[in-house]
């Protein structure tokens, strides 16, 4: 079982449409949760970051985390074409650690 | 700002040889990690520098290397190139510790094909 799980997809959405991405992972070490985007031909990109339990909103993106259940989730609402792009999930043990532990991230598209 | 800097973005090679991809972080960044994107493994850790020090590994053999110098570029090396080590290489800075947020900064990435 890999440390962190996320559906690879794909998932194609038309515009507007509330999308959710998931992943669960084994470890209960993890501290730190993140969601990275990553566009073709492009480098990951930081979109959220929380510690901890809860809910952390910004604009359209909200992301949550239940360490009990070891699962974290992206909420984007009144998704764009502008957000096609591969969504990825990433923990880290440490803070101040560059190392982070990937999902293997889901490709979503948005159709006008 | 200059964003970061990889080079070169496309390169062959045949198994057996070996290659040294080269990165170039965000001015005033000190700490500089590598990662392997693949479509099978997705983004594994290889390694992390800070300071010119190595401060941590991931599970890869040890044809991989890399280092750091003291103005923070970064290279990596691949020695006795394997078929599966045909990879998009990524290179992703920050400033260390101090005010870390989980934020890494990518580059576009080395994309190797060994032939």
């Known amino acids: 079982q890999k440390e962190v799980e996320q559906d690879p997809g794909p998932l194609s959405v038309p515009e507007g449409a509330i999308v959710s991405l998931n992943c669960t992972y084994s470890?209960?070490?993890?501290?730190?949760f993140m969601w990275y985007r990553q566009y073709s031909r492009k480098g990951p990109e930081l979109l959220m970051y929380?510690?901890?339990?809860g809910n952390k909103e910004d604009g359209r993106f909200t992301a949550q985390v239940d360490k009990s259940s070891k699962y974290i989730s992206l909420f984007i609402r009144d998704s764009q074409p502008s957000d096609s792009a591969t969504y990825l999930c990433?923990?880290?043990?440490?803070?101040?650690?560059?190392?982070?532990?990937f999902g293997k991230g889901m490709k979503l598209t948005v159709n006008p | 700002k200059a964003g970061v800097t990889q080079t070169p973005r496309y390169l062959i090679k045949t198994r057996g040889q070996q290659v040294t991809l080269s990165c170039s972080p965000i001015?005033?960044?000190?700490?500089v990690s590598w990662y392997q994107q693949t479509p099978g493994q997705g983004l594994q850790f290889l390694f992390e520098?800070?300071?010119?020090?190595?401060?941590n590994k991931g599970n890869f053999p040890g044809r991989f290397s890399g280092r750091q110098f003291s103005n923070s570029r970064s290279e990596m090396n691949v020695s006795t190139l394997e078929l599966g080590d045909s990879a998009l290489y990524l290179c992703?800075?920050?400033?260390?510790?101090?005010?870390?947020?989980?934020?890494?900064?990518f580059g576009e990435g080395s994309r190797l094909t060994v032939l």
């Open positions: 470890n209960s070490a993890f501290q730190y």
């Open positions: 990433a923990m880290s043990f440490q803070g101040g650690s560059e190392k982070l532990v």
């Open positions: 929380t510690y901890s339990s």
């Open positions: 001015s005033g960044h000190r700490s």
């Open positions: 520098y800070f300071s010119e020090t190595q401060r």
């Open positions: 992703a800075s920050s400033l260390g510790r101090t005010g870390w947020t989980g934020e890494l900064f």
